[in-house]
């Protein structure tokens, strides 16, 4: 009974958003971002990689929602052993900000991969369900738009790295948000937590996760092993290794996804180490766009003042030279490099942590650092697996200026033991891609 109103009370929604479809359609002429979003929807209609399996008369074996990159990055190992095993796939993406990389996976695998924007703006007008021909949906993380959860009854519903960490408290709280969470879960068949605390607070909720597993691991792991390969073609490569040749793997700091206020760790002692050749510093930050840029470049300015260098690596990778005499700070710009430039460090400070929430705690972590962050690790499900395995390698902080005071001086290389690690994902492999799905 209870889940028969859940379903209603989305299609309601539903029902509203075919009702306001026109007004969105107008506002489209009128305001600028929402035209860019109507574009991007409509691209749906006129590109190969949009047309349909079903119209073709192919039933696709699986589909995967995606939101972002963050979510299509931790499916990728599945999404690629599926390409493997010639399965069929379907992808439903939303961001704009991913669209690139789905379109690069249809273009490896043009027979095998079909991918489409998500309507959010064209919804009716596009339709989820007439375009999908999978019987099995597959999400990510959070994220479950309406359209998508009520095809329920006739898919087998699947999420992975699911997570309640950032909700326990109001789900504590509030009955009407344990109703809520209660009820969306149940509309999955199979549920992957993301973590073995969420095993647990999936069943105060009384839903069984039979597993915890996060395929992001598998995908870091493999960047972290290509790292050296990858780093070395980009122009900055050669004279990083020459860089580093200078300084131990304990003396090199990396502050990594950084905002302006994880600048405040520059304290005088630790500028005064980078002076005098004991330190070296590169900061990566977590917005590229130049208005942030420009902000973060300032806000290191002011904090160097003119005994340091600041000495940017620009977004293909080009920089000045680099010379192991002067004192410098190295800035980041080039994208998508974060994760394997960590391997070449011995601590990381993540940001985020002082402001909403902690970015990638992975990343470091499986690349060998200490990591280190603020306070605001309520939403990581990653934390909680590092601290967990690592507690020694994990450091919360409750100031950014407590940074280079803190930092753990033993270089210990991280003992990991991948087998017994990725043994719950084998599992969870093994359901997806060889198990029937027949419905």
């Given amino acids: 009974m209870e889940s028969n109103f859940f379903r209603l009370m989305l299609l309601l929604v539903q029902l509203v958003r075919v ?12 305001i600028p971002w929402v035209r860019a979003r109507l574009l991007f929807e409509l691209r749906n209609f006129s590109t190969k990689e949009s047309h349909s399996f079903k119209k073709l008369g192919i039933k696709a074996d699986l589909a995967f929602e995606v939101s972002s990159e963050g979510e299509l990055e ?4 599945l999404l690629k052993k599926a390409v493997a095993l010639k399965k069929i796939v379907e992808i439903i993406f939303a961001s704009e900000s991913v669209e690139r990389k789905c379109l690069d996976l249809y273009n490896e695998n043009s027979e095998l991969i079909r991918v489409i924007r998500l309507p959010l703006l064209l919804y009716p007008f596009i339709s989820i369900k007439r375009w999908l021909s999978s019987k099995t949906l597959i999400f990510c993380r959070y994220d479950f738009y309406p359209e998508l959860i009520l095809l329920g009854p006739k898919k087998k519903m699947v999420v992975l790295s699911a997570t309640l960490k950032g909700h326990i408290e109001e789900i504590k709280s509030s009955k009407i948000k344990r109703w809520y969470y209660k009820n969306l879960y149940k509309m999955f ?10 095993v647990e607070r999936f069943r105060l909720l009384g839903i069984d996760s039979p597993v915890s597993y996060d395929f992001r691991v598998e995908r870091i792991k493999e960047r972290v092993d290509l790292a050296e390969n990858k780093i070395k073609n980009y122009p900055f490569g050669t004279q990083l290794n020459q860089l580093f040749t ?9 502050i990594g996804n950084a905002w302006p206020i994880e600048i405040l760790s520059l304290t005088d002692k630790m500028l005064s180490e980078i002076v005098s050749g004991r330190l070296l510093l590169f900061i990566a930050p977590h917005k590229l766009g130049a208005e942030s840029v420009n902000e973060l470049m300032a806000t290191i300015a002011a904090k160097i003042g003119n005994d340091i260098e600041l000495i940017t690596i620009d977004k293909l990778g080009n920089v000045s030279t680099i010379d192991p005499s002067k004192k410098q700070i190295f800035l980041i710009l080039t994208p998508a490099i974060l994760c394997e430039m960590y391997s070449f460090f011995g601590h990381a400070l993540i940001g985020g942590g002082f402001g909403r929430s902690v970015h990638s705690v992975f990343e470091p972590f499986f690349a060998g650092c200490y990591c280190y962050m603020g306070k605001k690790t309520f939403r990581s499900t990653e934390y909680d697996l590092a601290s967990n395995h690592s507690p020694e390698r994990v450091r919360v902080l409750d100031e950014p200026a407590e940074f280079y005071k803190s930092l753990i001086k033993d270089e210990q290389p991280l003992n990991f033991d991948w087998d017994s690690f990725t043994m719950d994902g084998k599992a969870v492999e093994r ?3 060889e198990e029937s799905f027949e419905y």
């Fill in 431 to 433: 359901f997806i891609l």
């Fill in 19 to 30: 009702a306001v479809a026109p007004l969105l359609l107008l506002l489209g002429i009128l």
């Fill in 246 to 254: 200078k300084f131990s793997r304990n003396q090199r700091v990396i």
């Fill in 74 to 77: 931790q499916i990728r190992p």
């Fill in 189 to 198: 068949d199979y549920i992957v937590a993301a973590s073995k605390g969420d």
